[in-house]
């Protein structure tokens, strides 16, 4: 293992949800365990640099640092949350906003992992996490504008700079609230328990 179990910040957010550092007003919004059944994966609000609303990480709730370490119910769980993770924020957005999720992007880069400082690994704090990030129809304008202008604006590779834009959707800037709403929602969409700061 490339990351100190003791040191992993999802490990230390699975352990301690209530934490001050994972309270909504800090990007947080608590952890919603999606598995009775052992598939072994969690669900939080994304409170990382660049997060807007609905921005959401979808992590193994056992210290596992690459796709390879996922066991068979985890793996076969994985799919089943990634799909209803978008079924349920399409749902949430039409409902509360009235505009659409055009495409819920998932990745996971676990660059980390390779960062190094003066040639010693520096590995990331978090173990294996999905970032699924979803792209409203009110971007539209925000992610093509590159295209039209042959500026370096927003698309898919870099949409972590959207929030930052003066002509972002206000309503997508993270509150307390609005992240609570989200994560009671979701909780209840999934049947599980949420467990907040």
């Known amino acids: 293992m490339l990351i100190d179990q003791t040191q992993c910040d999802a490990c230390k957010l699975l352990l301690h949800p209530s934490h001050p550092e994972h309270r909504p007003s800090k990007g947080g919004g608590g952890i919603i365990l999606l ?3 052992g598939g072994g994966w969690a669900l939080n609000h994304y409170a990382g640099s660049g997060v807007y609303l609905g921005w959401m990480a979808l992590l193994t709730v056992g210290h596992k640092e690459q796709i390879s370490d996922l066991d068979s119910r985890e793996l076969m769980s994985l799919g089943t949350h990634l799909q209803r993770v978008d079924q349920y924020l399409r749902d949430y957005w039409e ?3 009235h505009d659409p999720i055009e495409q819920m992007y998932a990745i996971c880069f676990m660059e980390g992992l390779h ?3 003066s040639g010693e690994p520096t590995p990331s704090p978090w173990h294996l996490h999905f970032h699924l990030i979803p792209r409203f129809k009110s971007m539209d304008q925000l992610m093509r504008e ?3 202008t042959g500026s370096s604006g927003i698309n898919a590779w870099n949409i972590y700079k959207a929030a930052k834009r003066a002509d972002f959707p206000v309503e997508y800037i993270p509150k307390e609230e609005t992240i609570r709403g989200l994560m009671v929602y979701l909780a209840g969409r999934f049947g599980a328990l949420l467990h907040l700061g």
């Open 95 to 97: 409902q509360v906003f």
């Open 35 to 37: 598995d009775s059944n």
């Open 146 to 148: 590159h295209q039209l």
């Open 115 to 117: 960062d190094q400082i």
